[in-house]
């Protein structure tokens, strides 16, 4: 399967912002009183949010490269990556 990674954009965060997540991973469910809010962190390039496409340009995954994506009391090296 090839996968294409992008910066989120708003169709992508409104995507997100309503999948739910069952328990014990409900933790990482979006609140949905607070959707314009999420919009904007979602999207905002200093945050490290990234889409993961499929070959029909359809969200597959997303990601985040940013603060929200690591682990405490980790590092990061980011080398190229290459799907196919």
């Not at 399967?1 to 954009?9: G, N």
């Not at 990234?50 to 070959?55: F, K, P, S, V």
Request: glycine content about 8%.
């Amino acid at each position: 399967m090839q996968l294409t990674f992008c910066h989120l954009e708003q169709e992508h965060a409104l995507a997100v912002i309503n999948w739910r997540y069952c328990s014990p991973y409900d933790y990482y469910n979006f609140d949905t009183a607070t959707i314009q809010e999420n919009l904007h962190y979602l999207i905002d390039a200093k945050t490290g949010f990234w889409a993961i496409l499929n070959l029909q340009g359809e969200l597959e995954r997303y990601c985040s490269f940013g603060a929200d994506g690591r682990v405490s009391g980790g590092t990061i090296a980011l080398k190229p990556l290459i799907l196919g």
